[in-house]
């Protein structure tokens, strides 16, 4: 049976928002994104539409050198991966092609749910960690044990199955090239 290899980047800038994060939750990481793609110049989650704005917000398709983490070349990261079935990819790629075609929205109002501890679930709109928990819950990847609404980017770091392959600055980063992105 053959398999793929999903990645969780975990990362963080220096923006004025990212460090505002870092305070408040204590956390060194404030974004998640996930890949199949093993150079990570394909990856998928919810964050900023346009690099120098932190809003709007919504459904991205972010890469190591380009949009936001071309912009901020000082982001730090941890990249962990995990083989997965040919079965758990596919569901991963029609639940991805569902949400991206209902034109979902960022999940503003969950981020403040979030903060006081109440999940908040909203059809069509999600926060990075809310998005990437549902992906990888729903595909059968990894289940989590709390609300997606509660999920912060620090609870995807070390999940079980899941090597660490990477710490350090994203653009740094090296693998081989992947046939297959997300």
């Known amino acids: 049976m053959s398999s793929r ?3 969780v980047v975990v990362t963080r800038t220096n923006t004025i928002p990212s460090r505002f ?3 408040y939750t204590g956390s ?3 974004h998640v994104s996930l890949s199949f793609d093993c150079s990570l110049e394909s990856m998928v989650s919810f964050g900023r539409l346009y690099p120098s704005l932190p809003v709007p917000g919504g459904f991205v398709r972010e890469g190591k050198n380009k949009g936001f983490f071309h912009r901020f070349k000082d982001t730090q990261c941890r990249v962990y991966s995990k083989k997965v079935s040919e079965d758990a990819y596919e569901k991963f790629l029609r639940l991805l092609q569902k949400i991206e075609s ?3 929205k960022f999940n503003f109002l969950g981020l403040f749910t979030l903060i006081a501890g109440i999940p ?3 059809e069509n ?3 990075c960690s809310q998005f990437c928990g ?3 819950n729903e595909s059968g990847i990894h289940r989590f044990q709390k609300p997606f609404g509660l999920l912060r980017p620090e609870d995807f770091c070390g999940l079980e199955g899941f090597t660490l392959l990477y710490e350090g600055p994203l653009h740094a ?6 046939p297959t992105l997300v």
Do not use: D, V
């Open 5 to 7: 290899t999903i990645y």
């Open 102 to 104: 209902h034109g979902c």
């Open 125 to 127: 709109a999600y926060f």
């Open 173 to 178: 980063f090296s693998n081989q090239p992947s």
């Open 28 to 30: 060194a990481y404030n």
């Open 134 to 136: 549902k992906m990888l």
């Open 120 to 122: 908040l679930e909203r």
């Open 21 to 23: 994060i870092r305070i």
